[in-house]
């Protein structure tokens, strides 16, 4: 099984981060206390976006990918891109890219402080479009992934995926809020073929709080149909530390638990998680495994520091204790129990 799913002769992954970032983690050496002077920790920073982490995490499996972004060819980002290996198409943009803050406290509270980014004028979002349809032609996969920069019309991604679709690529839509909300409300011609919500941005989507959501089985289901009903066809639903569903357009749904790990930053975990499901499908992996390859990848992902990635042999490991199968019609809650050892570290 390992084999199989280690072999990438399935084709590229092409990521838009149309809002990058340098993620940078400063450590506190207790609680954040407002007005005080803190002496902080070893800090690190790393090239983040969504669109990057997905990038990051498929490079790591050894998949092939491109990264699309937007970024002038003397921003730090470009260096840390470059140092890491990824192959870039870039655009060139006036500003830097902005920095986003994770501040880590030592009992595991982290507070993000995210800068904003810089705008996209018609003229750039024109010339990423062109880089974007020129890397996805030949492509297995386009991911869209995460927030707009500010200024950007809300259904720039819609308007995407239809540009994309003449590439015969498939494309995967990991966002939120307007964004989110704008490419469902453009209709069919506009959905993905996979979209990856979290229980938050699935809230957003059915008009209806988090908690009340993930309480009732029936109401998510009856969310995850309206994806379906909107022409979404595969549905990666990621519920965090209760691990995932996928929800497939022949309407087969199979849940996945990850095994109790120790977690140290789940920065990234659902990107890594949409990674891992691409990953598995480039290797030809059906349904109950993608999501397998998918859970385990955003655990290995949330065992490690910061926004780290995953390699192939750390999600082999997860992957192993991973409980994954069908969602029975008639079964109202997501079925198993987590069967690894309670706070046994897996990683
Ligand atoms: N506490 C945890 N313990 C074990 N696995 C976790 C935990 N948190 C997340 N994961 C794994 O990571 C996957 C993705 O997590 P989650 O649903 O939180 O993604 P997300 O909200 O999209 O994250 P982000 O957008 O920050 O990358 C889950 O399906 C699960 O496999
Ligand atoms: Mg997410």
Redesign the pocket.
């Known amino acids: 099984m390992s084999r199989v799913l280690h072999h990438h002769g399935g084709g590229r992954v092409v990521t838009l981060t149309a809002n990058p970032s340098l993620d940078r983690t400063l450590v506190l050496p207790g609680a954040l206390e407002r007005g005080a002077v803190v002496r902080l920790g070893a800090s690190s920073t790393e090239p983040g976006g ?1 669109g990057v ?1 997905v990038a990051r995490a498929v490079a790591a499996a050894g998949g092939e990918v491109v990264t699309v972004l937007p970024a002038s060819l003397d921003d730090p980002i470009v260096a840390a891109l470059h140092r890491l290996g990824l192959p870039l198409a870039t655009v060139d943009v006036a500003g830097a890219v902005r920095t986003n803050y994770s501040l880590t406290e030592p009992d595991g509270t982290t507070t993000k402080l995210n800068e904003p980014g810089t705008p996209l004028d018609a003229p750039t979002r024109a010339a990423l479009t062109d880089a974007l349809l020129r890397a996805a032609t030949g492509a297995a996969w386009v991911v869209l992934a995460g927030s707009l920069p500010p200024g950007t019309p809300v259904d720039w991604y819609a308007e995407l995926v239809r540009a994309l679709r003449p590439t015969g690529a498939r494309i995967a839509v ?1 966002t939120s809020e307007a964004p989110l909300l704008a490419l469902l409300a453009a209709g069919p011609a506009s959905a993905p073929d996979l979209l ?1 919500p ?3 941005e699935l809230a957003q989507v059915a008009g209806t709080d988090e908690a009340a959501l993930t309480a009732d089985p029936l109401a998510l289901r009856a969310a995850v149909d309206g994806l379906h009903a909107g022409g979404v066809a595969e549905v990666l639903l ?4 209760d ?2 569903l996928l929800s497939t357009a022949a309407g087969e749904r199979y849940t996945a638990r ?1 095994p ?2 120790a ?1 140290r930053s ?8 949409l990674a891992g499901h691409l990953l598995a499908d480039l290797a030809g992996a059906p349904p109950v495994e993608r999501l397998r390859r ?6 290995a ?2 065992g490690l520091p910061g926004s780290a990635v995953p390699t192939p042999a750390q999600v082999d490991s997860v992957a192993a204790s991973v409980v994954a199968g069908p969602l029975s019609p008639a079964e109202p809650a997501p079925s198993a129990a987590p069967v690894a050892p309670a706070g046994r570290d897996v990683l």
């Open positions: 969504k982490n990991d990856k979290n229980a938050e990621t519920l965090g530390a691990g995932a990850p109790r790990i977690v789940t920065v990234g975990a659902g990107d890594c998680s998918a859970v385990a990848s955003g655990a992902a949330a």
